[in-house]
């Protein structure tokens, strides 16, 4: 059950706050003036997907080493 | 920067995805052996209307960049529909058929859909109209 709530964090975090803040930023970047404020607010979004990702990555390694122990 | 007030697009689809994955799991969980397909059913329903709601909520936005929207939405659709077919062929390859096929088929409908909406409203609500004319003057 926990690598299931796992597996669900993670991919809706990738898919809907992740991948579209990362499109957005290039997007920003490629115009001929690019404007810090915005690649600003979509890198605080990343920032936080980021850290809830590396830890539901924690959680994996948790969960694979108490089923290898069990 | 502008800021202009928009619809909750991205927490509503959000919502819609996570519904849409818990349904997976939920089904994918129970394959081989036979799954009661209700709460899928339900789930799935849900995440439809929640695709729904978001479609609608954004086609009421005035003044929103349509043409950024569908030059971003157009490319991760046509992404997004190439990963769905492969997740189809899976399931396919893997003999699943019935009533459980045509949950998780309409499940990867509403995913390919949702994804490409959300790449494309976070592109277009950043776009600002005097970008063009600007790009010009300095060129």
Request: hydrophobic fraction near 55%.
């Amino acid at each position: 059950m926990a690598s299931f709530i796992v597996v669900g964090v993670m991919s809706v975090i990738a898919l809907g706050l992740l991948e579209p803040a990362n499109i957005a930023v290039l997007i920003e970047l490629k115009k001929p003036r690019p404007r810090p404020e915005v690649i600003e607010r979509l890198m605080k979004r990343f920032i936080f997907s980021a850290g809830i990702l590396g830890v539901m990555q924690v959680a994996t390694l948790v969960i694979m080493t108490k089923l290898a122990s069990s | 920067m502008s800021e202009q007030s928009y619809p909750p697009v991205t927490q509503l689809a959000m919502a819609s995805l996570a519904l849409i994955v818990a349904g997976g799991i939920y089904l994918s969980s129970h394959l081989p052996q036979h799954v009661p397909l209700a709460p899928a059913v339900v789930l799935l329903a849900l995440s439809a209307l929640l695709l729904a709601a978001n479609l609608i909520a954004l086609a009421r936005v005035r003044g929103f960049a349509w043409d950024r929207f569908f030059q971003v939405a157009k490319w991760s659709f046509l992404a997004y529909v190439a990963i769905g077919g492969m997740i189809e062929y899976v399931f396919l390859r893997n003999h699943l058929s019935g009533g459980p096929l045509v949950v998780l088929t309409l499940s990867l409908v509403v995913f390919s859909v949702h994804v490409p909406t959300l790449v494309g409203f976070t592109v277009a609500r950043y776009y600002q109209p005097e970008e063009l004319p600007a790009a010009h003057a300095e060129a």
